[in-house]
T-cell receptor, first 114, second 112 residues
Framework: KAGVTQTPRYLIKTRGQQVTLSCSPISGHRSVSWYQQTPGQGLQFLFE???????NKGNFPGRFSGRQFSNSRSEMNVSTLELGDSALYLC?????????????FGPGTRLLVL | GQQVMQIPQYQHVQEGEDFTTYCNSSTTLSNIQWYKQRPGGHPVFLIQ?????EVKKQKRLTFQFGEAKKNSSLHITATQTTDVGTYFC????????????FGSGTQLTVLP
């Protein structure tokens, strides 16, 4: 079974621009979560989508948004980029089996904002 | 979401030595998961613990969930250079806050 894929893998943008990142979950997984990872703040939850609906949202400004399509693929968008948005953006898909819900992470998109 | 404190932040060990990382919460946890992230890689799921006092083993790795379900530990026996990476615990909230909240991680360096 193919793993979680994310595109692009690397991205360089300048302040004020906007960016869209894409995530394709493991086949059959309907839940997709997004995380921001930085050396200073660690792994921080952005949002989770399930069946095209946002199920949970972390404490990020409205510049961060996302969506999920009917095939479970997800995108996240960051508008008006700031230097502090430079980070590794990780997508994870999961499927619940009984009491277990394991997250499978993609390789991430490394975003550098200049 | 729920908060969890993870210590230590960094650990350097000589190859062959043991290593332990701890996660602590002020509230009772319904479950705890452990992930490993190799340098330059992404987090990879290791295990989930749900029962009070639960102990699970994976080769040289031993995972424990405290009796009160407020703490957990990951112990590696006789570390190898392949154990290098950052180990995270993560807890899932409940109700409207079911997202996974990660600890700050313990970065393990194994010196050959």
């Amino acid at each position: 079974k193919a793993g979680v894929t994310q595109t692009p893998r690397y991205l360089i943008k300048t302040r004020g621009q906007q960016v869209t990142l894409s995530c394709s979950p493991i086949s059959g997984h309907r839940s997709v979560s997004w995380y921001q990872q930085t050396p200073g703040q660690g792994l921080q939850f952005l949002f989770e989508y399930f069946s095209e609906t946002q199920r949970n949202k972390g404490n990020f400004p409205g510049r961060f948004s996302g969506r999920q399509f009917s095939n479970s693929r997800s995108e996240m968008n960051v508008s008006t980029l700031e230097l502090g948005d430079s980070a590794l953006y990780l997508c994870a898909s999961s499927r619940r089996t009984g009491r277990e819900e394991t997250q499978y992470f993609g390789p991430g998109t490394r975003l550098l904002v200049l | 979401g729920q908060q969890v404190m993870q210590i230590p932040q960094y650990q350097h060990v000589q190859e062959g030595e043991d290593f332990t990382t701890y996660c602590n919460s002020s509230t009772t946890l319904s479950n705890i998961q452990w992930y490993k992230q190799r340098p330059g890689g992404h987090p990879v799921f290791l295990i989930q613990l749900v029962k009070s006092g639960e102990v699970k083993k994976q080769k040289r790795l031993t995972f424990q969930f405290g009796e009160a379900k407020k703490n957990s530990s990951l112990h590696i026996t006789a570390t190898q250079t392949t154990d290098v990476g950052t180990y995270f615990c993560a807890v899932r909230g409940s109700g409207s806050a079911r997202q996974l909240t990660f600890g700050s991680g313990t970065q393990l360096t194994v010196l050959p």
